[in-house]
């Protein structure tokens, strides 16, 4: 699969593997992006945040993530009271990637690898395994969980034509738009791309993927 580093894909990491916020970027990495950020349409009205961008080898910026709804932790802490399985947040990140050639590093050292949606579905897959953690798991043990979880993420974005993607309708700047969408016990994925030249990757849990719209982002300052 053609896509971005490994290595820029996962957030910092508290102890045990949880992402915290003090690892959020704040928005300077956002505005050095030569692409449009995208979000949720403005029919989501929640608390919308920033969380982190990555970078290409040359260190351009490739694709960072805008986070909607509560702030996610993970998945074995539920509210106080609620239903059995119902998760403590409900919240959905949205991922984007901008959509760029196999190419030549800035210095001419290198080559950097090209972009895809699958690159936005292998970020989305990474992103909601960072706020996952199966019950009853062992601290030690899931860096190991962790590892073969993320190898099969790869594995599933590399094969979105799979029996294990479906393919869902979402507006995009207003437009019906296709997504590869699938889901788990974790949560739901779903990627693809915009008429703007970047790819739309998604991740979330607690909220239905149905009945979302992404916009592009008219002022990301507005986020800081």
Do not use: C
């Not at 970027?25 to 979000?39: E, I, K, N, Q, S």
């Not at 802490?77 to 590093?105: C, D, I, L, Q």
């Not at 970020?123 to 030690?140: I, K, N, R, Y």
């Not at 030249?197 to 592009?216: I, P, T």
């Amino acid at each position: 699969m053609e896509t971005t580093s490994r290595a820029v894909a996962q957030a910092p990491a508290a102890e045990g593997g949880q992402q915290v916020p003090s690892a959020r970027r704040t928005v300077d990495g956002y505005l050095l992006a030569p692409f449009p950020w995208y979000g949720l349409d403005e029919a989501f009205t929640g608390a919308r945040w920033l969380m982190q961008v990555g970078t290409a080898a040359d260190g351009a910026v490739e694709h960072g993530s805008i986070g909607h709804g509560d702030e996610p932790s993970v998945k074995n802490e539920y509210a106080v009271g609620a239903a059995a399985g119902e998760p403590k947040e409900k919240f959905a990140v949205v991922v984007t990637v901008a959509a760029n050639p196999s190419r030549r590093s800035a210095d001419g050292t290198g080559l950097l690898e090209a972009t895809s949606v699958s690159s936005a579905a292998w970020l989305a897959g990474v992103g909601l395994l960072s706020f996952t953690w199966p019950g009853q798991m062992d601290h030690t043990l899931r860096d190991d969980w962790l590892e073969q979880q993320t190898e099969t993420a790869w594995a599933l974005a590399d094969d979105l034509e799979g029996r294990d993607w479906s393919t869902l309708s979402l507006p995009v700047d207003g437009v019906p738009t296709p997504f590869h969408y699938r889901e788990s016990e974790f949560g739901w994925v779903l990627a693809g791309s915009t008429q703007e030249g970047v790819h739309v990757g998604a991740y979330g849990r607690g909220m239905s993927a149905y009945g979302l719209g992404f916009a592009m982002i008219k002022d990301i300052s507005v986020y800081a």
